[in-house]
């Protein structure tokens, strides 16, 4: 599983978490050491967002988090306003960045 993780991206995400423990650059083969698998193991199965909210790194747009769900779809007056343009931009964040979300 670890070959499979974007390194830079974990990070950043576990130090916006309180994770600040993990090494900023990706472990090799025996450089796992226990502790490091302890807080890899607590970081991506035991932890979870329940409430609060995504914020898109590349456009700013925030995304609520209640009960553990992210709600991604835009309220009626904006789905209107925006229409296509606003899938596009959507299109165009996840194209610039790896991580294009930061919990907040």
């Known amino acids: 599983m670890l070959p499979r993780i974007e390194w ?6 576990a130090s916006e978490l ?15 050491d226990e502790k490091t698998k302890k807080d890899l ?3 991506l199965l035991e ?3 329940t409430e609060g909210k995504l914020c898109c790194a ?6 609520k988090i209640h009960q553990g769900i992210a709600n991604f779809l835009l309220p009626s ?14 299109d165009r964040c996840f194209e610039k960045s790896t991580n294009p979300f930061v919990v907040v």
Do not use: D, W
């Open 8 to 13: 830079p991206a974990l990070v950043t995400i």
């Open 18 to 32: 309180g994770f600040t423990t993990l090494p900023s650059t990706k472990p090799e083969g025996a450089g796992l």
């Open 41 to 43: 193991h607590t970081l």
């Open 47 to 49: 932890t979870q967002v």
């Open 58 to 63: 590349n456009c700013g747009h925030e995304y």
């Open 77 to 90: 007056h904006l789905g209107e306003f925006l229409g296509r343009s606003f899938f596009l931009m959507v």
